[in-house]
């Protein structure tokens, strides 16, 4: 779980672009080093890093297919009064 009023430190930037150049995630990145998304986000930007968003919406475009299209097949759309 992130540490809240923690300082960044230098060794977070390192760590950052560490594991960014070993293709992980914001997401993965934040959990790994102990930091909320937002914080690896402005580090991530700080160093002139960017995270490939084509992967994340790919891959929800496939997990909400799998998901959802068994699920919505048995809904009813709502009734509007």
């Excluded at 672009?17 to 914001?26: F, K, P, Q, S």
């Excluded at 909320?36 to 297919?65: C, P």
Aim: charged share 25%; with cysteine.
């Amino acid at each position: 779980m992130p540490i809240q009023n923690r300082p960044v430190t230098e060794e977070d930037y390192q760590r950052v672009a560490e594991l960014h150049a070993r293709g992980m995630g914001r997401n993965a990145i934040a959990r790994e080093v102990g930091r909320v998304q937002r914080t690896v986000r402005v580090i991530a930007h700080e160093l002139g890093l960017t995270f490939d968003v084509r992967r994340d919406v790919i891959s929800f475009e496939w997990i909400s297919r799998r998901l959802s299209v068994p699920f919505l097949q048995t809904l009813t759309p709502p009734q509007c009064p």
